[in-house]
């Protein structure tokens, strides 16, 4: 018995050493072919096993900020057109030039996802963030309207009475107080969200665990997001088998838990989907007549016409029930927290800087006399914000580069060579001075973007992303945020939260570690 364990142990030891053995080579031939083609031009970074979360976890400690390192990089190497950083288990370079980040982009129907939180397959992988090529066009498309200016225009008063809702409770009397600006803006966004895909809240829906529905799906991104990168189980099975497989078996005890959260949230889904189904059989309403509100109407009528044409249609332009849900789940996990986040660093940003909030409550002031008249075609009067926007993006976006993408073949496209064993993303910001434009990056100035504009290039602040895999949530992002921010200082006042430091650390988005960022006060009405 004891001869097979040790026959056993060892024949695990030789296994485990031929990973890193093989591992640690192909990082290897990737430092030599990057340094013998591009010099210093590109960037090497290497750390065992850890690799990009090993400088991540550096910059925060020194810096208090995860992506502090790749700022210093490209200050430090103006020049530098990407930063690839080895680890012998997952080797990443991430774009920085600006012909490089436009050429992959573009060119993005070579690569596809294939890795995200734990067990991603089973709540997003039918949805639009993850799935590719054909399936990929073919959702794009049929969503498009659904995120057209004028379908937009119809959430304006799901936004503006659920904006409305905010900090009901709040009293005049109460003073300034501190408040999980967050927390509490991530309650709108994500209603908001649920109220233009399903037409109704389902804030009290629960789960067949008793746990509220919205809290735990809120819950299970971060859980399952923490648990890809931190489990040691999961990072050896990811590297024999590859992400995406790894979700899928040996699953130890941490992950059957999640796993039964994901499909119980699921399932919840799937049952609020079937009622709707049967509702509309039950109506009699032929599938073609539907005029759909909302995107659960719209996903419906043309689910039931497929099942209709089934046969003469092509299997290509046939979706699964799963993928309505997927959708919803990616629209939740990719849309709430990332909104939330550039209002609140917007609020952090305008205690900080007394002229620019001044500027900003002229024009709001100005143009919103009345909150309950502002109306979508009012929105663009707000330039200024606009501005600031764009500056809290540039300067505190909830991600700094695009989710990794892997291909099968390598890619060469003018000087740029990717190695197909890489892992590949690009930045979202040009951290470089070079232009005026970007002078004093370190400062928050929305008036930057009306200086001398030599230089400065339309892929330089892109915080939606860039090329046809750009955010599709994007205006509706900012009309939510317009008007988020348009009655929240209408109605009250911020000020700067004595002796606050901002740390930002890399969670599911570069996310404050304290979230207690500004102090409120509802103002005399
Ligand atoms: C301030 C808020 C937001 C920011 C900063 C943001 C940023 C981004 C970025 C950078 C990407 C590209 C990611 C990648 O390529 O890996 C992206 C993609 C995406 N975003 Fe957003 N987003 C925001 C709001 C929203 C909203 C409100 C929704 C939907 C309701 C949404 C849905 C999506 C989807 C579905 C994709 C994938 C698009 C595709 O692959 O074709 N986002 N977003």
């Given amino acids: 018995m004891i001869k097979y364990i040790v026959y056993l142990v060892a024949l695990i030891l ?3 050493s031929l990973i890193i053995l093989r591992q640690a080579y192909k990082s290897l031939r990737l430092c030599l072919i990057y340094r013998k ?41 103006p020049n530098v057109k990407a930063i690839l950083i080895l680890s012998g288990l997952f080797d990443i370079i991430i774009l920085q030039d600006e012909k490089w980040v436009k050429n992959f982009s573009q060119d993005h129907i070579l690569y596809y996802k294939n890795d995200g939180n734990f067990g991603y397959t089973f709540a997003f ?12 066009k073919r959702q794009r498309i049929f969503l498009n309207s659904s995120f057209h200016f004028e379908s937009l225009k119809s959430y304006v008063p799901i936004i503006k009475e659920q904006t409305k809702k905010l900090l009901a409770n709040l009293k005049e009397e109460d003073g300034f107080v501190k408040l999980n600006i967050f927390q509490e803006l991530q309650k709108i966004t994500s209603e908001i969200i649920t109220i233009s895909y399903f037409g109704k809240s389902l804030v009290n829906v629960k789960c067949k665990s008793g746990i509220e529905l919205y809290k735990e799906n809120n819950d299970i991104i971060q859980d399952s997001y923490i648990y890809r990168f931190t489990s040691p189980y999961f990072i050896l099975k ?16 941490a992950e059957k838990k999640l796993i039964a959260r994901m499909k119980d949230i699921f399932e919840t889904y799937e049952k609020i989907i079937d009622e709707e189904l049967e509702k509309i059989k039950m109506s009699k309403i032929d599938p073609m007549d539907i005029q759909p509100k909302t995107m659960i109407e719209l996903y419906l009528k043309e689910y039931l016409i497929q099942q209709q044409n089934r046969a003469t249609m092509n299997p290509n332009d046939i979706f699964e029930k799963k993928e309505i849900i997927h959708q919803f789940l990616t629209f939740y996990f990719a849309g ?21 909030y ?33 500056e809290t993006g540039r300067l505190h976006n909830a991600i700094a580069f695009t989710s990794p993408r892997v291909t099968d073949q390598d890619y060469i496209k003018e000087d740029m060579y990717l190695n197909k064993d890489l892992l590949v993303c690009h930045r979202l910001t040009q951290y470089s001075q070079q232009c005026e434009v970007l002078k004093d990056s370190d400062e928050y100035i929305p008036e930057r973007y009306s200086r001398n504009t030599k230089g400065f290039s339309s892929f330089d602040v892109i915080p939606f992303s860039t090329g046809p895999r750009n ?27 004595p002796g606050y430091k901002l740390r930002t650390m890399q969670k599911l988005s570069n996310h404050p570690i304290d979230e207690e960022i500004v102090l409120i006060k509802r103002k005399k009405q």
Wanted: glycine content about 4%; hydrophobic content about 40%; proline content about 1%.
């Fill in 471 to 497: 955010c599709i949530g994007q205006h509706l992002a900012l009309i939510k945020s317009k008007f988020l921010v348009i009655y929240f200082l209408k109605n009250f006042e911020l000020k700067e939260l």
């Fill in 14 to 16: 030789t296994l485990l």
């Fill in 238 to 253: 990811a590297c024999i088998f590859g992400a995406k497989k790894a979700s899928m078996i040996y699953h130890n005890q």
């Fill in 125 to 136: 992988e039918k949805g639009l963030f993850y799935s590719s090529f054909g399936d990929w």
């Fill in 336 to 356: 709430s927290e990332t909104t939330s986040h550039l209002v609140a660093m917007t609020f952090y940003e305008l205690t900080k800087n007394q002229q620019i």
């Fill in 37 to 77: 083609k591009y010099g210093n031009d590109v960037k090497i970074l290497f750390y065992p096993i850890l690799g990009i979360g090993y400088f991540m976890n550096q910059s925060f400690e020194k810096h208090d900020n995860s992506y502090e390192w790749m700022k210093r990089i490209v200050r430090e190497n």
């Fill in 358 to 390: 001044d500027k900003l409550m002229k024009e709001i002031n100005e143009n919103a006399k009345d909150f309950d008249k502002v109306e979508h075609s009012d929105l663009s009067k707000f330039q200024y914000l606009d501005i600031v926007f764009k």
